[in-house]
């Protein structure tokens, strides 16, 4: 016999919240709440020193650049940080003049490259022409980047042991995302580790800034001409969920 159609809901319902809380309990309980992590240059397009110094157009910089199909050029826009300083300098297209290789030459060591191109392209659809720009970030690195001694995976082996392991099985109490930003100096030594965003729980956090400090020191970043620089670098660790 068919159930009320009271009944039949309230059994719906209960059912549905039972399975809510079976959902949850596997996802406190299982082993979807992993970790990732990993230490990482902090750039995202990197460009060295001397490929700027010898750089004659855009494509030297940026390899991706689309060259086979902007050909209509409004205005190129460039930004470099010189000794502390933004400077900015126009063209007129992909090929660099003297003013904009001076600047770039110059560039400091681990700032950004601003490159945005501004152009005009037929509309497929319509057939008329629009503006738009090309917009690109590069940061400057060593020709040589600073190494931990026995490479990647010795690093990732380091972590796992004196960061991740010692806060695995509390990854529900820590804030989604933490990030640590620290230098390897000029001698190859871990320096000024900072919290970009913290763990949430301050033990938590002084473990990994003391994990950061205390690594073995670096084969350090190296410029073309030998000399050794500072570099820097962002750990990340990323609680999963299920």
Same mark, same amino acid.
């Given at each position: @016999?068919?159930?009320? &159609?009271?009944?039949?809901? /309230?059994?719906?319902?209960? @059912?549905?919240?039972?399975?809510?809380?079976?959902?949850?309990?596997?996802?406190?309980?299982?082993?979807?709440?992993?970790?990732?992590?990993?230490?990482?240059? *902090?750039?995202?397009?990197?460009?060295? *020193?001397?490929?700027?110094?010898?750089? =004659?157009? /855009?494509?030297?910089?940026?390899?991706?650049?689309?060259?086979?199909?902007?050909?209509?050029?409004?205005?190129?826009?460039?930004?470099?940080?010189?000794? !502390?300083?933004?400077?900015?300098?126009? !063209?007129?297209?992909?090929?660099?003049?003297?003013?904009?290789?001076?600047?770039?030459?110059?560039?400091?060591?681990?700032?950004?490259? #601003?490159?945005?191109? %501004?152009?005009?392209?037929?509309?497929?659809?319509?057939?008329?022409?629009?503006?738009?720009?090309? %917009?690109?970030?590069?940061?400057?690195?060593?020709?040589?980047?600073? =190494?931990?001694?026995?490479?990647?995976?010795?690093?990732?082996?380091?972590?796992?042991?004196?960061?991740?392991?010692?806060?695995?099985?509390?990854?529900?109490?820590?804030?989604?995302? #933490?990030?640590?930003?620290?230098?390897?100096?000029?001698?190859?030594?871990?320096?000024?580790?900072?919290?970009?965003?913290? &763990? !949430?729980?301050?033990?938590?956090?002084? /473990?990994?800034?003391?994990? #950061?400090?205390?690594?073995?020191?670096?084969?350090?970043?190296?410029?073309?001409?030998?000399?050794?620089?500072? =570099?820097?670098?962002?750990?990340?660790?990323?609680? @999963?969920?299920?």
């Amino acid at each position: @016999m068919p159930l009320p &159609s009271k009944l039949y809901a /309230m059994k719906h319902l209960t @059912m549905k919240a039972s399975l809510s809380i079976f959902i949850l309990f596997l996802c406190l309980n299982s082993s979807a709440q992993n970790l990732s992590y990993e230490i990482h240059g *902090n750039y995202r397009h990197p460009v060295t *020193n001397q490929q700027l110094i010898t750089a =004659q157009t /855009m494509t030297d910089i940026n390899p991706g650049y689309p060259s086979s199909w902007i050909t209509d050029y409004v205005l190129t826009e460039i930004e470099a940080t010189c000794n !502390g300083e933004k400077l900015s300098v126009n !063209g007129l297209n992909d090929t660099l003049h003297d003013t904009q290789r001076k600047i770039l030459s110059s560039a400091d060591l681990g700032t950004d490259i #601003i490159i945005d191109v %501004h152009y005009r392209r037929n509309n497929a659809a319509t057939g008329e022409s629009q503006l738009n720009t090309l %917009h690109y970030v590069a940061t400057v690195v060593p020709e040589t980047e600073a =190494q931990y001694p026995g490479g990647n995976d010795e690093l990732m082996k380091y972590i796992k042991e004196n960061a991740i392991d010692k806060i695995t099985g509390h990854e529900d109490k820590l804030n989604q995302n #933490i990030l640590i930003q620290f230098n390897i100096n000029a001698a190859g030594e871990p320096v000024d580790a900072r919290l970009i965003r913290t &763990s !949430g729980d301050q033990k938590t956090d002084k /473990m990994l800034l003391k994990a #950061i400090t205390k690594m073995p020191v670096w084969k350090p970043a190296v410029l073309a001409n030998g000399l050794t620089v500072l =570099q820097q670098f962002t750990f990340s660790i990323e609680a @999963m969920g299920c």
